[in-house]
């Protein structure tokens, strides 16, 4: 049964806030909550466009207004499409017969689409009415409006509890050509357990520079203050921001290493993480000339660090103050380089058509700096999805299918590693939905079908194995959000049994020389390093030398066919993507053959074996931005 939680949701909020911070996440809460009791229900309706069509658009099986499905794609089943040739009296109408008489029903709602370009209106009114049967129909008033977005919903709360068997939805037309109606709700309040899920924990904006790395929360920029956080997390009045004293941050107060972002579900803490200003050597939450000074004679006097201080400047290899790190201060109150940076051309929504081209393809399309842009999303033989292939202006620029997120070298053992992930497979899918990531509505496409976005989010659970698939080693949730010429992606990551990993790669790129012959290498003190490699016909077959192999977590990319074309591949966790550079090619481009480099990320030690233990979590950010002519 489809649920309802915007009835206590303010008052749970509020809760929320009075709270102490608690140790443990949410498990599962009982609330009470609007549960929708016609579900399954048969119905009649005014005649749906698509009955008298021969040329039927969307594919109507006579379930759309009760299977529970609410409307999340413009032209998708879920809809019934009335239209203005088939309204009766002036109106369209919707009468529900419920399996038995429900007592207690408080609310009536049914859900409209807002698409006037293609002449789909909202109704100019919706009236309900209840009964024991048609012949005793009684209104019960008009329905007020929620919500301004594309799927808006048209809600009666009741004066009182009433028994209900049939209700009806009496539409009123604007001047449309269709109103497209999903799900009528007839709706009971009762106290149901609720289990937290994916949608209901922190989640970061496309173009944020937020990174969790463990129990923390890096890329928060110094001078920071609490209602600042809105530009790295969507806003959320279940969010609590605390000092390490457990008081509640104040929203001008700027932040500091050591406080702490919660997470609320229904009242109990979902998720907790304590921030970390990185640079921030005297923890006044600001990075300034004072900072560099002081961390410069920490290094010269070997000067012992709280961990506070550890978490904050120790940015080179976690533990101990190196040189780098009070030189990137130094670049950062220079103006020379941000310690923390937003992405290049940072585009948090951007106008695009998604759309399923197959049953192992998507393709994601936009118009960029005046030219055609698209992004394939593809589906290896093993089930899985991985990044598929950018075109500009019809050109082939990067990809091609190889990958793109990561790939482990693992065993059971600390002998006889294999590649496990990415294009090298052992993995095995669980499940994969896609999402408007600026409304948060999912998106069912059928083939053919596509949508109009601004924000595509996609959330795949995978499970990593070495040789045997009902034997996984690790959970993942990989997060992909695109908008425009920005890719953003995570990877979540739980062990689930011991295992030994040794070279692996967090990121990587693969790019025509063409367009990426050449790459800049940002390294953590703040110099920049280029490298150059071959042109198309020098065939290093695979065998080509790895370049670069340098401490940067950025590499910028460009190539002779067109200079202004620039690609910009970036990761976020200076331990998880990269161990602190403990593998010596660190990051490199590979010139790989006649046509293409690839950018390679790497982790962990290539000698000894790193013991990955049951219960340990790793969480890597990536990013990779297509600019023309910056």
Same mark, same amino acid.
């Given at each position: 049964?489809?649920?309802?939680?915007?009835?206590?949701?303010?008052?749970?909020?509020?809760?929320?806030?009075?709270?102490?911070?608690?140790?443990?996440?949410?498990?599962?809460?009982?609330?009470?909550?609007?549960?929708?009791?016609?579900?399954?229900?048969?119905?009649?309706?005014?005649?749906?466009?698509?009955?008298?069509?021969?040329?039927?658009?969307?594919?109507?099986?006579?379930?759309?207004?009760?299977?529970?499905?609410?409307?999340?794609?413009?032209?998708?089943?879920?809809?019934?499409?009335?239209?203005?040739?088939?309204?009766?009296?002036?109106?369209?109408?919707?009468?529900?017969?419920?399996?038995?008489?429900?007592?207690?029903?408080?609310?009536?709602?049914?859900?409209?689409?807002?698409?006037?370009?293609?002449?789909?209106?909202?109704?100019?009114?919706?009236?309900? /009415?209840? !009964?024991?049967?048609? #012949? =005793? %129909?009684?209104? @019960?008033?008009?329905?007020?409006?929620? $919500? +301004? *977005?594309?799927?808006?919903?048209?809600?009666?709360?009741?004066?009182?509890?009433?028994?209900?068997?049939?209700?009806?939805?009496?539409?009123?037309?604007?001047?449309?050509?269709?109103?497209?109606?999903?799900?009528?709700?007839?709706?009971?309040?009762?106290?149901?357990?609720?289990?937290?899920?994916?949608?209901?924990?922190?989640?970061?904006?496309?173009?944020?520079?937020?990174?969790?790395?463990?129990?923390?929360?890096?890329?928060?920029?110094?001078?920071?203050?609490?209602?600042?956080?809105?530009?790295?997390?969507?806003?959320?009045?279940?969010?609590?921001?605390?000092?390490?004293?457990?008081?509640?941050?104040?929203?001008?107060?700027?932040?500091?290493?050591?406080?702490?972002?919660?997470?609320? /579900?229904? !009242?109990?803490?979902? #998720? =907790? %993480?304590?921030? @970390?200003?990185?640079?921030?050597?005297? $923890? +006044? *939450?600001?990075?300034?000339?004072?900072?560099?000074?002081?961390?410069?004679?920490?290094?010269?006097?070997?000067?012992?660090?709280?961990?506070?201080?550890?978490?904050?400047?120790?940015?080179?290899?976690?533990?101990?103050?190196?040189?780098?790190?009070?030189?990137?201060?130094?670049?950062?109150?220079?103006?020379?380089?941000?310690?923390?940076?937003?992405?290049?051309?940072?585009?948090?929504?951007?106008?695009?058509?998604?759309?399923?081209?197959?049953?192992?393809?998507?393709?994601?399309?936009?118009?960029?700096?005046?030219?055609?842009?698209?992004?394939?999303?593809?589906?290896?033989?093993?089930?899985?999805?991985?990044?598929?292939?950018?075109?500009?202006?019809?050109?082939?620029?990067?990809?091609?299918?190889?990958?793109?997120?990561?790939?482990?070298?693992?065993?059971?053992?600390?002998?006889?590693?294999?590649?496990? *992930?990415?294009?090298?497979?052992?993995?095995?899918?669980?499940?994969?939905?896609?999402?408007?990531?600026?409304?948060?509505?999912?998106?069912?496409?059928?083939?053919?079908?596509?949508?109009?976005?601004?924000?595509?989010?996609?959330?795949?659970?995978?499970?990593?194995?070495?040789?045997?698939?009902?034997?996984?080693?690790?959970?993942?949730?990989?997060?992909?959000?695109?908008?425009?010429?920005?890719?953003?992606?995570?990877?979540?990551?739980?062990?689930?049994?011991?295992?030994?990993?040794?070279?692996?790669?967090?990121?990587?790129?693969?790019?025509?020389?063409?367009?990426?012959?050449?790459?800049?290498?940002?390294?953590?003190?703040?110099?920049?390093?280029?490298?150059?490699?071959?042109?198309?016909?020098?065939?290093?077959?695979?065998?080509?030398?790895?370049?670069?192999?340098?401490?940067?977590?950025?590499?910028?990319?460009?190539?002779?066919?067109?200079?202004?074309?620039?690609?910009?591949?970036?990761?976020?966790?200076?331990?998880?993507?990269?161990?602190?550079?403990?593998?010596?090619?660190?990051?490199?481009?590979?010139?790989?053959?006649?046509?293409?480099?690839?950018?390679?990320?790497?982790?962990?030690?290539?000698?000894?074996?790193?013991?990955?233990?049951?219960?340990?979590?790793?969480?890597?950010?990536?990013?990779?931005?297509?600019?023309?002519?910056?």
């Amino acid at each position: 049964m489809y649920m309802n939680k915007k009835r206590l949701l303010p008052a749970l909020l509020a809760l929320a806030l009075l709270l102490p911070a608690l140790s443990a996440a949410a498990s599962a809460v009982e609330v009470e909550t609007y549960v929708n009791v016609a579900v399954g229900s048969p119905y009649t309706a005014t005649t749906p466009y698509t009955e008298p069509n021969p040329n039927a658009y969307v594919q109507i099986d006579g379930k759309e207004l009760t299977d529970g499905v609410k409307g999340s794609s413009l032209y998708g089943t879920e809809w019934h499409a009335f239209y203005n040739g088939a309204a009766e009296d002036g109106y369209y109408y919707i009468t529900v017969e419920l399996a038995e008489t429900a007592e207690k029903i408080e609310r009536l709602s049914i859900q409209c689409c807002d698409n006037s370009g293609a002449s789909v209106v909202l109704p100019e009114s919706v009236e309900f /009415f209840i !009964g024991a049967d048609e #012949e =005793s %129909l009684v209104s @019960v008033g008009l329905a007020e409006k929620e $919500g +301004n *977005g594309t799927y808006v919903d048209y809600v009666l709360d009741l004066s009182e509890p009433s028994e209900v068997t049939v209700a009806r939805a009496r539409i009123k037309p604007a001047s449309g050509m269709f109103v497209f109606v999903s799900e009528f709700e007839v709706m009971t309040a009762e106290m149901v357990e609720l289990q937290p899920s994916e949608r209901d924990e922190l989640n970061f904006l496309c173009n944020s520079t937020a990174t969790v790395d463990g129990e923390y929360l890096r890329g928060i920029k110094h001078g920071t203050t609490a209602e600042g956080l809105a530009a790295y997390i969507n806003p959320d009045e279940s969010i609590v921001v605390r000092h390490a004293d457990g008081t509640v941050c104040g929203a001008d107060e700027t932040l500091v290493t050591g406080d702490v972002i919660e997470k609320y /579900f229904y !009242g109990s803490l979902l #998720e =907790s %993480l304590t921030i @970390v200003i990185e640079g921030d050597f005297d $923890g +006044n *939450g600001n990075v300034t000339a004072l900072d560099y000074l002081q961390a410069k004679r920490a290094v010269i006097r070997k000067t012992e660090l709280t961990d506070m201080q550890k978490l904050s400047v120790c940015m080179a290899n976690g533990e101990k103050l190196m040189p780098s790190d009070y030189l990137r201060i130094k670049r950062d109150v220079l103006k020379l380089g941000a310690i923390v940076d937003k992405y290049r051309d940072p585009i948090g929504e951007y106008e695009m058509e998604f759309k399923r081209s197959s049953d192992v393809q998507y393709t994601l399309s936009c118009t960029y700096a005046g030219k055609p842009l698209t992004l394939t999303f593809d589906k290896k033989s093993w089930g899985t999805w991985n990044i598929g292939t950018w075109r500009y202006d019809g050109e082939a620029l990067a990809g091609g299918g190889t990958d793109w997120e990561y790939v482990n070298m693992v065993g059971d053992s600390d002998g006889g590693l294999d590649w496990s *992930g990415g294009n090298h497979g052992r993995e095995t899918l669980v499940d994969i939905r896609f999402y408007d990531g600026s409304t948060g509505e999912e998106l069912v496409l059928a083939n053919g079908q596509s949508a109009e976005i601004r924000n595509l989010t996609i959330v795949e659970h995978t499970e990593l194995y070495t040789t045997d698939a009902s034997k996984p080693y690790a959970n993942v949730t990989r997060t992909y959000r695109v908008a425009g010429n920005t890719i953003t992606f995570e990877a979540d990551c739980e062990f689930i049994r011991d295992v030994y990993m040794g070279r692996s790669y967090t990121c990587m790129f693969p790019v025509s020389k063409q367009y990426g012959q050449f790459a800049e290498f940002y390294r953590l003190d703040g110099s920049v390093e280029k490298v150059e490699t071959t042109l198309e016909g020098v065939k290093p077959d695979y065998s080509g030398p790895f370049l670069g192999q340098t401490d940067a977590m950025r590499v910028v990319l460009y190539g002779p066919k067109n200079p202004d074309y620039k690609f910009d591949v970036q990761v976020y966790s200076l331990e998880d993507a990269s161990d602190f550079f403990s593998n010596g090619d660190k990051t490199f481009i590979w010139d790989m053959n006649s046509s293409h480099n690839k950018v390679y990320f790497s982790k962990f030690d290539t000698g000894a074996p790193t013991l990955m233990e049951a219960g340990r979590r790793t969480s890597n950010k990536s990013t990779w931005t297509f600019t023309v002519g910056e």
